[in-house]
T-cell receptor
Framework: ETGVTQSPTHLIKTRGQQVTLRCSSQ?????VSWYQQALGQGPQFIFQ???????GRGNFPPRFSGLQFPNYSSELNVNALELDDSALYLC??????????????FGPGTRLLVL | AQSVTQLGSHVSVSEGALVLLRCNYS??????LFWYVQYPNQGLQLLLK??????LVKGINGFEAEFKKSETSFHLTKPSAHMSDAAEYFC?????????????FGTGTRLTIIP
């Protein structure tokens, strides 16, 4: 039990639609990151947020965007969905402190299918 | 840029036998290193991590890993495999620079336990 929850667990969308995925972290977890895991692959870093500001991004287009809220929840938004966006989307958060050496704790993921 | 190579996409061992999952990394600075386990249709669970200090680290479920800087390796071992160890295992690296949360994952190793 990591204390990180995600909703919904599964989602089906059609090409061109928009989707919002949600994540809730524990109190004190000021850093949140999002990852995309395609079938049979390792997770790929999308972006990270610290205290409600994006401060790091992977190789994903601008149609992937996010928000982080003061209550330790966050969102991943994807516009103009493409078939290749079908994947497991993972949220991870890290507790403050430990000089940055703490590990990230992952939620169970949202499985998105784009038809 | 950092990268991770996991040798062997599939590993099978008999119940009670030694488990050895290989991970090599590439990084311009000594990174933080992690092993995560993923059970079917679930998120990632942290097994263990190396940041600083003792190079042999112990994790949950009887797993351990040794950081070998000269070999740029962080192999995962367990003396005696159990049926419940069947899962996908991911090695990951992260920069020690404060504020950089990006985890770079390997492609994973699927561990099968033979009864």
């Amino acid at each position: 039990e990591t204390g990180v929850t995600q909703s919904p667990t599964h989602l089906i969308k059609t090409r061109g639609q928009q989707v919002t995925l949600r994540c809730s972290s524990q109190s004190g977890h000021n850093t949140v990151s999002w990852y995309q895991q395609a079938l049979g692959q390792g997770p790929q870093f999308i972006f990270q947020y610290y205290r409600e500001e994006e401060n790091g991004r992977g190789n994903f287009p601008p149609r992937f965007s996010g928000l982080q809220f003061p209550n330790y929840s966050s969102e991943l938004n994807v516009n103009a969905l493409e078939l290749d966006d079908s994947a497991l989307y993972l949220c991870a958060s890290r507790p403050e402190g430990m000089g940055g050496r703490g590990a990230q704790y992952f939620g169970p993921g949202t499985r998105l299918l784009v038809l | 840029a950092q990268s991770v190579t996991q040798l062997g996409s599939h590993v099978s061992v008999s119940e009670g036998a030694l488990v050895l999952l290989r991970c090599n990394y590439s990084s311009s600075v000594p990174p933080y290193l992690f092993w995560y386990v993923q059970y079917p249709n679930q998120g990632l669970q942290l097994l263990l991590k190396y940041t600083t200090g003792a190079t042999l680290v112990k994790g949950i479920n009887g797993f351990e890993a040794e950081f070998k800087k000269s070999e740029t390796s962080f192999h995962l071992t367990k003396p005696s495999a159990h049926m419940s160890d069947a899962a996908e295992y991911f090695c990951a690296v992260r920069s020690p620079n404060f504020g950089n949360e990006k985890l770079t994952f390997g492609t994973g190793t699927r561990l099968t336990i033979i009864p």
